[in-house]
C-alpha cells in the first residue's frame, strides 16, 4: 500500500535551467515533467539562458519563465553576469533548488547553486568526449545527477557523482489528444503525401548520427510493390549541419527516390504526433542514442519502431514483441524489417498493442515526474533541518 504523500504547506520554488530557447529532445523531456509535476509541494520556474518558442511552451503549462541576455560561453564575463543572475533570481523568488537540463547547463546552475547555498540537480543526456571543457565542467559539483539511461549512469558513477537514473517520460495522453486533432487527410494534402501509401516514418532532428542516409538506402532497397513511402520529420537543431538535408536530398535523388520521400521540416507538435499515428511503422535508425523519445511516443501510440540496436531503443523496443530491432549499420538488416513489417499478417497490430501497454508502463511521464519530484523532496527537505 502506497503511503500519500503530505502536501507542504508552502510549495518550494525550483527552477529549471535551459541553455537553448527552442526545443529539443531534452526540452520535451523538461515540458512533460513539469506538467506533471505536483504544483502541491512545487512552483516551478525556468531561467531560459537564450529566447525562443520554448518560453511560449512553458508559459502555456503554467510555468514562470525567465529570459536572459544570450551569450556564447567563451564570454567569460557574461557567463559569469548570467551565473550572478541566476542567483539574484534564486533570492529575489526564494527558489529552493536548481535543476540544471544538459551538460552545459550545469555550469550556470552548478556555480548558482553553490554561490546560494541550495542544492542543485543535473540531469545529463550523454556521455561527454573527454576534453578538458568536459573535464572543468565534471570538477563542478552538484548534489544529484539524473541520468536517462544505464550508460550515462554508469559513466557519472565512474566519476564520483552521487546519481539516479530515471528513464525520460513519455505523456502519451496528451500525445493522442494531439494526434487526435490532425486528420491524415489533412497531412496528406498539406505536404504532398499520397494517401494510399504506407507511411513510414522518421522523427528525429537532422543530425548526421541519427541514421537518415541508412534509412534511405533501405528503403530504396524495398520493393516498390509494398507501397512505401518514407516520411522524414524534423530540421537541423541550434543551426547545427545546416548543410546536411542538401546531401539528403542528393541521396534521395541519386536513389531514385524523389517520387518516394517527402522532408517535412519542423511540425508543430500536433502534426508530429499525428504523423506517428498515422504511420504503418515508424523507423529510428540512429547509430547511436541514448534514449530515442520518438521510439517511446511512437510506441504509447500503439505504433510499432524498427530501430538499430543503439542503448535507448534497446531498452524501449522488445524485440519480436512491440517492435524489430536490428543492429547498429545493418542496413539490409533493417530493410529486411521494414519490409518483414509491410508483409500481410496480423504482426505489425499485435506488436502494436503490446508496444502501447509496455511504453504507457515503464516510459510514462507521471512515473518520470514523481521519481523526479520525490529526488527534490529528498534534497529539499535535508536543507531545511
Not at 512533460?32 to 531560459?48: A, G, N, S, Y
Not at 543572475?85 to 533548488?97: N, S, Y
Request: aromatic share 6%.
Amino acid at each position: 500500500m502506497n503511503t500519500p504523500i503530505p502536501t507542504r504547506r508552502n510549495p518550494v520554488p525550483i527552477a529549471w535551467i535551459s541553455c537553448v530557447g527552442e526545443r529539443g529532445g531534452a526540452e520535451s523531456l523538461m515540458i512533460e515533467c513539469l506538467r506533471e509535476l505536483d504544483r502541491d509541494q512545487f512552483t516551478p520556474h525556468v531561467i531560459l539562458l537564450r529566447a525562443g518558442p520554448l518560453q511560449g511552451l512553458l508559459e502555456a503549462i503554467g510555468v514562470t519563465v525567465h529570459v536572459l541576455p544570450s551569450h556564447r560561453m567563451r564570454q567569460l564575463h557574461r557567463v559569469a553576469a548570467s551565473i550572478l543572475a541566476i542567483r539574484g533570481i534564486v533570492r529575489t523568488h526564494g527558489i529552493g533548488l536548481l535543476h540544471s537540463n544538459g551538460f552545459r547547463a550545469h555550469v550556470y546552475g552548478g556555480l548558482a547553486a553553490l554561490g546560494s547555498g541550495i542544492p542543485e540537480v543535473w540531469t545529463t543526456h550523454t556521455v561527454e568526449l573527454p576534453t578538458l571543457a568536459t573535464w572543468m565542467i565534471c570538477r563542478i559539483p552538484t548534489r544529484q545527477v539524473l541520468s536517462n539511461c544505464p550508460r550515462t549512469d554508469a559513466a557519472f558513477r565512474r566519476l564520483g557523482f552521487p546519481t539516479t537514473m530515471i528513464w525520460p517520460g513519455v505523456n502519451a495522453d496528451h500525445l493522442e489528444v494531439l494526434a487526435g486533432s490532425v486528420p491524415a487527410a489533412d497531412l496528406a494534402q498539406r505536404y504532398k503525401i499520397p494517401r494510399d501509401r504506407r507511411w513510414i516514418t522518421v522523427g528525429a532532428r537532422l543530425q548526421r548520427y541519427k541514421g537518415h542516409p541508412e534509412f534511405l538506402t533501405a528503403l530504396a532497397a524495398l520493393p516498390r510493390s509494398l507501397n512505401a513511402h518514407g516520411i522524414i520529420l524534423g530540421g537541423t537543431l541550434f543551426q547545427q549541419e545546416s548543410e546536411y538535408r542538401l546531401e539528403l536530398e542528393r541521396q534521395v535523388a541519386a536513389l531514385g527516390l524523389e517520387d518516394r520521400v517527402t522532408f517535412t521540416g519542423y511540425v508543430p507538435d500536433a502534426e508530429f504526433a499525428a504523423f506517428l499515428a498515422a504511420s504503418t511503422v515508424v523507423v529510428h535508425p540512429a547509430l547511436d542514442e541514448d534514449f530515442g523519445l520518438t521510439v517511446a511516443e511512437a510506441q504509447a501510440l500503439g505504433v510499432p519502431v524498427i530501430a538499430f540496436d543503439a542503448v535507448g531503443p534497446s531498452a524501449i523496443i522488445e524485440h519480436g514483441q512491440t517492435g524489430w530491432l536490428v543492429p547498429v549499420g545493418d542496413v539490409a538488416g533493417l530493410s529486411t524489417a521494414v519490409a518483414a513489417a509491410l508483409s500481410p499478417g496480423d504482426a505489425l497490430s499485435q506488436r502494436g498493442a503490446a508496444a502501447r501497454v509496455r511504453a504507457r508502463a515503464l516510459f510514462g511521464s507521471r512515473t518520470h515526474a514523481e521519481q523526479t519530484g520525490a529526488v527534490y523532496r529528498r534534497l529539499t527537505e535535508v536543507r531545511s533541518h
